[in-house]
């Protein structure tokens, strides 16, 4: 499977850096190793020996290791295409990067019209079905100037492989290329990325409990375990895409007038530095709504000190430990300007890992936005189910 995903994409990657392809970054997710020696496996062990038998059994080694590789350089070829095309759209391509489940594309958001999605969507299947004439063409040509089997079965299997994703990928839910291609016409016709993208994410999940009852009953009637688990761990995975890529598509369109100082809670109170924590505790935080407050210094914002800092430390320790012994200093402490949108607040959040940010000029704190806030303004608005 491959797909795309915006940047704010449900999943984080963690994983290997390889290097980069016309400054696109490649990587590899951890997950990739498994769906790595997955396939390898099934290359030496069935696949190869049933179509080309009476080789050696290094042979059929070096054919799985071939194999593998120009089936995940495919995958990279497929993903490549849709990058290339995007960045002559105008959509920036944050990197490449290669997971179980196949390769993703890390675009910076949505493509502007939808003949430019259409175009950067369609173009990966493209690749796909071009790779799969040229290998089956080495598969024909081969045999017929007599190379050996090894290697026209080793080419015949791939061009099978990249028609097979050509064609997966086609399906028509989102976010697959086909999905996507399906969204970019009901955009261009009711003009909604709104509406194009719910009902080509609605098919996407539909798409995706397709695959996993297929899976289900493939593993009813014996039809192969680790078979039957694949398809139900796509179609899961399918399913949960199609639904976070929506979510991603509304918080998007919600977020991106909104600028931090519209979003915050305005003139924060803020503790002093030297306050002991017996009294943060009384006189803030038993008192206040609030799970964190900036710690300034002559109106001067030198960190933030959060409930569960407090938390950490034994009771019997408050007294005698102030404020500015647990805070998050200056340089954990995530500051954005106030015209700053929405959007890059929540990246900002991310990258952190915190929950809050302050509002700042250079020289006046002006609010705080806490995950808490966000979570239940896009409550009210509906877009958490
Ligand atoms: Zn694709």
Redesign the pocket.
Known sequence: M???SGSSAPTRFSGIRLGSIAGFEISLDYSWFIIFFLILATFIGAVFPASAPGLERMEYLAMGLVGTFLFFASLLV??L??SFMARWKGVDVEGITLFIFG?M?RTSREPDTPGDEFLI?GV??VA?FVLAILFYGVAVVGGYFGLGLAVTVVAEYLGFLNLVLAIF?LFPGFP??GGRLLRATIWRITGSLRRATKIAATAGRALGWGIIGLGVFSLLVGGGLIGGLWLVFIGWFLTYAARMSYQQVLLHQMLSPLTARQAMSPDPERVPPDLPLENLVHDYFLRRPYNSFPVTEDDVVVGLVTLSQVKLLPRERWRDRIVADIMSPLSETVIVDPETTMMSVLERMREGETRRVLVATEWELLGIISATDITRWLDRVGLIE
Do not use: F, I, K, T
């Open positions: 491959s797909s795309r497929h993903e295409a849709h390769g594309a969507a990966g299947p796909s990928n697959l290329d």
